[in-house]
């Protein structure tokens, strides 16, 4: 399995991005997908996660409100629509696969893409 984020870029505060997840290798129907980030010295988070049938999503606090998860499956894709960013989501955004977990922790995700930097400013 490979996943490949794209997306991410410079935008000012208040606006926003939508951040792809492209799954390659194996039915992207099987997995669950997650979002997580890492700011410069700080410890990579978890943001949001949708379950494989995009039945169930998780959200952090501190993004409820202003990001949404989705999926299409046809398209072997995972989107992350990030609306009214603030300076506090600038990070470098991964994308997350696993067939049987979906959590709030790095750990429970087995596949991971390279990272895309998001980059908010005022």
């Known amino acids: 399995v490979q996943l490949q984020a794209s997306g991410g870029g410079l935008v000012q505060a208040g606006g926003s991005l939508r951040l792809s997840c492209v799954l390659s290798?194996?039915?992207?129907?099987?997995?669950?997908m997650g979002w997580f980030r890492q700011a410069p010295g700080k410890e990579r988070e978890f943001v949001i996660a949708?379950?494989?049938?995009?039945?169930?999503?998780m959200y952090a606090d501190s993004v409820k409100g202003r990001f949404t998860i989705s999926r299409d499956n046809a398209k072997n894709t995972a989107y992350l629509q990030m609306n009214n960013l603030k300076l506090e989501d600038t990070a470098v955004y991964y994308c997350?696969?696993?067939?049987?977990?979906?959590?709030?922790?790095?750990?429970?995700?087995?596949?991971w893409g390279q990272g895309t930097q998001v980059t908010v400013s005022s």
């Open positions: 997350a696969a696993d067939s049987l977990r979906m959590g709030r922790r790095s750990t429970e995700y087995h596949y």
């Open positions: 290798g194996r039915p992207f129907s099987r997995y669950n």
């Open positions: 949708i379950a494989l049938n995009g039945g169930t999503t």
